[in-house]
């Protein structure tokens, strides 16, 4: 049987190449014993987005053994509608490790199915439900966040399609009081494909500014989005220019999350495709600068590299924790 691709790099990958690190020759589970963790990072919140194979508190475990001090997962299937429910047992397993850990925050990226920008009657009825259920599943397990792709406005204009989010998102959470339970959603930047919104720091400004008035709302910024985008982070003098811009549009204390993937595209192409930390077109500097930028102290930073290789997601971890020493 294929495994199940649990990494939104594997997402985007034709299905013959996915790759996963919840394959047992790849998970940390068993490649690190429990009395061999790695030791967490002392000057950053560094995580990676982490495996539930097994149960969603097996998470907890996995970032913990890595040596990371925040996380991500999926809270359900990434590319299926079925619903899904995590066990009161569950979700006070993950919190108990997560204070043992000190693993915060935890971040849950939505299913990659939503699209709340859209015009089709029964695919918005569809990204209402999942995003909802999403939401739910975060403040049983206590999550901080939940990051949403925007999505395409591929049937409208862009103004109907950020109209057509804020309808939807403002009827997914509807009730849920996510400001008491302590959830924030986070819009992450696109890669600039046709129609997406959110491809540009404007976009996803317009977009939070909409949505105040509905829910507690901040950013995530993907690096490799951001360079094939064609924002240079690259050059020290581009990284700052592009600084200024995400803190004249989105503001820099929004940006909660900072996804830290490197690109196996060139700046500027639009392809989003996720490499190891170092090895991509973007390299390691720039990771250093982010991690080291004090405008930055207060973000988590997430990797979602890919895993090809048992132990790929430890190196990733330790590449990033070195960088920001
Ligand atoms: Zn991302
Ligand atoms: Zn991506």
Same mark, same amino acid.
């Given at each position: 049987m294929a495994p199940v691709a649990d990494t939104p790099y594997n997402l985007s990958m034709p299905r013959a190449v996915k790759k996963s690190a919840t394959t047992p020759e790849r998970d940390i589970l068993k490649l690190i014993p429990a009395d061999e963790h790695r030791a967490q990072p002392k000057s950053r919140r560094i995580g990676i987005h982490t495996s539930t194979a097994g &149960? @969603? *508190?097996?998470s907890a475990e996995r970032a913990w053994r890595l040596g990371c001090n925040t996380l991500q997962i999926f809270s359900s299937s990434p590319r299926m509608w079925r619903p899904f429910d995590i066990s009161a047992a569950q979700c006070e397993a993950m919190l108990r490790l997560r204070q043992q850990y000190d693993l915060k925050p935890l971040v849950i990226h939505a299913n990659y199915l939503i699209n709340v920008a859209g015009t089709d009657p029964e695919m918005l009825e569809k990204s209402v439900n999942a995003l909802r259920a999403e939401m739910e599943r975060a403040i049983s397990i206590q999550a901080e966040y939940v990051v949403l792709h +925007? &999505?395409?406005f591929r049937s409208c204009t862009r103004e109907q399609g950020i109209a057509n989010a804020c309808a939807a998102i403002s009827r997914a959470s509807d009730g849920l009081n996510m400001e008491q339970n302590g959830l924030t959603l986070l819009i992450e930047n696109t890669a600039g494909a046709e129609f997406s919104l959110g491809s540009s720091f404007e976009s996803v400004a317009e977009l939070i500014a909409a949505l105040r008035a509905h829910v507690p709302v901040a950013s995530c910024i993907d690096t490799c989005h951001t360079h094939v985008k064609g924002y240079d982070i690259v050059s020290e003098a581009g990284y700052e220019e592009t600084m200024r811009n995400l803190d004249a549009t989105v &503001?820099?204390?929004? @940006?909660?999350v900072w996804h830290c993937n490197d690109a196996k595209a060139a700046c500027g192409s639009k392809l989003d495709r996720h490499d190891s930390i170092g090895k991509g077109t973007i390299g390691a500097e720039p990771f250093r600068r982010l991690l080291h930028d004090p405008r930055h102290a207060h973000a988590a930073f997430i990797l979602e590299t890919p @895993?090809? *290789? +048992?132990f790929d997601d430890l190196h990733n971890v330790e590449a990033l924790k070195a960088l920001a020493e």
């Open positions: &149960g @969603v *508190e097996t +925007p &999505g395409s &503001g820099l204390a929004n @940006v909660r @895993v090809d *290789e +048992p």
